[in-house]
């Protein structure tokens, strides 16, 4: 017998996070490119709303509370040996969508961090440029590569969710994040209270004030490592011709 019960799982300000974190994201590494003002606007906006959401897994609703990701390695042994099967469905994130959830949370941290130290230490600009950063790290470098690995997270996670589409086609984790509903699970639906209702305002105003503020600022530049050794290159050499001029007069 079926279990068509609905639970409502995720509320409109976690359903909300996902999808704007989504679109900065993508939208990030799409304008780095074309515009470096639009990518730090929104790497911005993702790095606030990752931070907010941080601590919504500390005052949030029991399904986006940490406490309700299961993490341990005994959780993760026990899911793999039921998938596929309907005891493997779980109200919140199952252990292996916790464990990625996470990685790309704290990832996200460290690609604005290392993007923020980025315009610091190319451009004198942004968050950090009060900072004495250690001159001897290559933060654009250490930046990419905090990209690539959380590009490669959220391959997992695409992965996990086609694999959820095939075990769970009638009440998957993506028409979930859409509705907010899990359907065949028997647990208590989520309410916000009014706390969690007024931080969920400040969550989405405080990164679409810091997205405008910067897409409104002076347009972005750096100042690329090749272009400084060219002038230093050609300081130098006009140097030496000045001084050969002086010899010879």
Known sequence: MNNNKQTYVWGIPTRLFHWLLFISLVGAYIAEEESLT????LGYSA??????????GMIGPRYSHFRDFPVGMKSIIEFLKRIGKPTDNYTGHNPPASLVM???????????ATGSATLAQEGGIGLLKSFNLPSDI????????CVQI?????????????LDLFLHKSNSALKSIFSGYKTGVNSEDIKLN???KFFAFSWFIVP???????????????N?????GESTEMNDAQGNDDESDNEDD
């Not at 639009?38 to 606007?41: D, K, L």
């Not at 679409?208 to 530049?221: K, L, N, R, S």
């Not at 690329?224 to 400084?228: A, F, I, L, V, W």
């Open 208 to 222: 679409a004030i810091a997205f405008f503020v910067t897409i409104t600022g002076p347009p972005i530049q750096l």
């Open 224 to 228: 690329e490592h090749e272009g400084k």
């Open 150 to 162: 959380l590009i490669g997270l959220v391959v997992f996670h695409l992965l996990g969710i086609i």
């Open 47 to 56: 790095g606030i709303l990752i931070s907010f959401r941080f601590l919504w």
């Open 138 to 145: 290559e933060f654009k470098e250490l930046h990419e590569s």
């Open 102 to 112: 996470l990685g790309i949370m704290i990832m996200v941290i460290f690609v604005a």
């Open 38 to 41: 639009v990518h730090v606007a």
């Open 194 to 196: 009014l706390f969690q």
